[in-house]
């Protein structure tokens, strides 16, 4: 899904789920949207998932395409590792809400 498609997507849903991915021991963020039917779909630019730098970065382009919140994961594998479950797939539990 590109920026294009994320701003029709949002103008004619009002039930979805912006979050910003942040994976450990990386330094970049990834865009995700998960709609009401659990289909989950990585923000895109020419067919490859958009990396972000900065959280600024990626503020500045959900206010583009008309977005004020968004939750920030931070996934960590640790706990897949040693055999628990990973909390990330709780919801409450794993995000942090952002608004801007």
Same mark, same amino acid.
């Given at each position: *899904? ?8 949002? #103008? ?20 995700? @949207? ?15 998932? *958009?990396?972000?730098? #900065?959280?600024?970065?990626?503020? @500045? ?23 628990? #479950?990973a909390?990330y797939h709780?919801?409450? #539990?794993?995000? *942090?809400?952002?608004?801007?």
């Open positions: *899904m590109d920026i294009n498609e994320l701003e029709a997507f949002t #103008a004619r849903h009002e039930n979805f789920e912006i979050r910003v991915i942040s994976h450990a021991g990386s330094r970049v963020y990834q865009i995700e @949207l998960e709609d009401v039917e659990g289909r989950r779909r990585l923000l895109t630019r020419r067919g490859k998932p *958009m990396l972000f730098r #900065a959280l600024d970065d990626i503020y @500045l382009e959900l206010k583009r395409a008309g977005i004020h919140r968004a939750y920030l994961v931070h996934r960590v594998p640790h706990d897949e590792m040693i055999g628990r #479950a909390h709780e919801p409450l #539990a794993s995000r *942090m809400p952002l608004v801007f």
